[in-house]
């Protein structure tokens, strides 16, 4: 962070909750500001969902009406599922039964629009992928080697300022379902400081959650992304580091 200025990080308050088209909206003036400054701008992920709507658009769904919305969000997922398989079948013929937000999303959306989210999917608006010059790479780097990443990770989280972090976190009595507070790690280091859990079971708990976050993310990248676009699969070393300087800069 030092040798480059980074944008878009840790620039919202925890007790905001943050959608793609918001990020988006600030990911293109960022662009934008870096293109005029004579800078390149790198994206990194992170989540396939940000990175799609920046460069692909977002659907113009119009606001949630906010009581239609909290009423979803309180139901059970299955009892959700089972109205949305009434009110949009094809959305809940797609969507996993246990897919809370996805279930819950749908839902709203066929309720406080009328339009089934697929019928708004077809139009989307916003996206930059077709002024800009795109050099991407998808980094798929050998799962023992991330998976040592991932420990090591959260591992250095934990000795680097995330206990005192949490610490704020549950001093400001933020509410239990928003991002920040179901972030990887948070849950686990709260319980511990409540005494629910020893730290080597919170240390163990955070390195699975890390794993598991980074598996669900290794398959979108590989699967979700267009096939033109390259993929690196060798351990990341200084070598590679290397080449993907050259190829940024091309």
Do not use: N
């Given at each position: 962070?030092?040798?480059?200025?980074?944008r878009l990080?840790?620039?919202?308050?925890?007790?905001?909750?943050?959608?793609?088209?918001?990020?988006?909206?600030?990911?293109r003036?960022e662009?934008d500001?870096?293109?005029?400054?004579g800078?390149?701008?790198?994206?990194?992920?992170?989540?396939?969902?940000y990175?799609?709507?920046l460069?692909?658009?977002?659907?113009?769904?119009p606001?949630?009406?906010?009581?239609?919305?909290?009423?979803?969000?309180?139901?059970?997922?299955?009892?959700?599922?089972t109205?949305?398989?009434?009110e949009d079948?094809?959305?809940?013929?797609?969507?996993?039964p246990a897919?809370?937000?996805?279930?819950a999303?749908?839902?709203?959306?066929?309720?406080?629009?009328?339009?089934?989210?697929?019928?708004?999917?077809?139009?989307?608006s916003?996206?930059?992928?077709d002024?800009?010059t795109l050099?991407?790479?998808?980094?798929?780097?050998p799962?023992?080697?991330?998976?040592?990443?991932?420990?090591?990770?959260?591992?250095?989280?934990?000795?680097?300022?995330?206990?005192?972090?949490?610490?704020?976190?549950?001093?400001?009595?933020?509410a239990a379902d928003?991002p920040v507070?179901?972030a990887i790690?948070?849950?686990?280091i709260?319980?511990?400081?409540r005494?629910?859990i020893?730290r080597?079971?919170?240390?163990?708990r955070?390195?699975?959650a890390?794993?598991q976050?980074?598996k669900?993310?290794?398959?979108?990248?590989?699967?979700?992304?267009?096939?033109?676009?390259?993929?690196?699969?060798r351990?990341?070393?200084?070598k590679i580091?290397?080449?993907?300087v050259?190829?940024?800069?091309?």
């Open positions: 962070m030092a040798r480059a200025p980074h990080f840790g620039h919202i308050d925890g007790a905001q909750a943050c959608t793609a088209a918001r990020w988006a909206a600030e990911a003036l662009v500001r870096a293109l005029d400054e800078r390149l701008p790198i994206l990194v992920g992170g989540t396939g969902l990175l799609r709507t460069l692909d658009g977002i659907a113009p769904v606001d949630i009406d906010a009581d239609i919305r909290a009423s979803i969000r309180a139901m059970p997922v299955a009892e959700a599922h109205a949305l398989a009434a079948p094809e959305a809940a013929a797609r969507l996993a897919d809370t937000t996805r279930v999303r749908a839902l709203e959306v066929i309720r406080s629009t009328g339009k089934p989210l697929r019928a708004w999917q077809q139009y989307k916003g996206g930059i992928g002024r800009i050099s991407p790479l998808i980094l798929l780097p799962r023992d080697w991330l998976i040592a990443r991932c420990d090591q990770r959260f591992e250095q989280m934990i000795d680097g300022g995330a206990v005192a972090e949490v610490e704020a976190l549950l001093a400001r009595q933020l928003l507070m179901r790690g948070v849950p686990d709260a319980d511990w400081l005494g629910a020893d080597e079971t919170m240390l163990e955070g390195r699975i890390t794993r976050y980074a669900r993310q290794y398959t979108w990248f590989s699967r979700q992304p267009p096939a033109a676009w390259p993929r690196e699969t351990s990341i070393d200084d580091v290397d080449e993907l050259i190829k940024l800069q091309q």
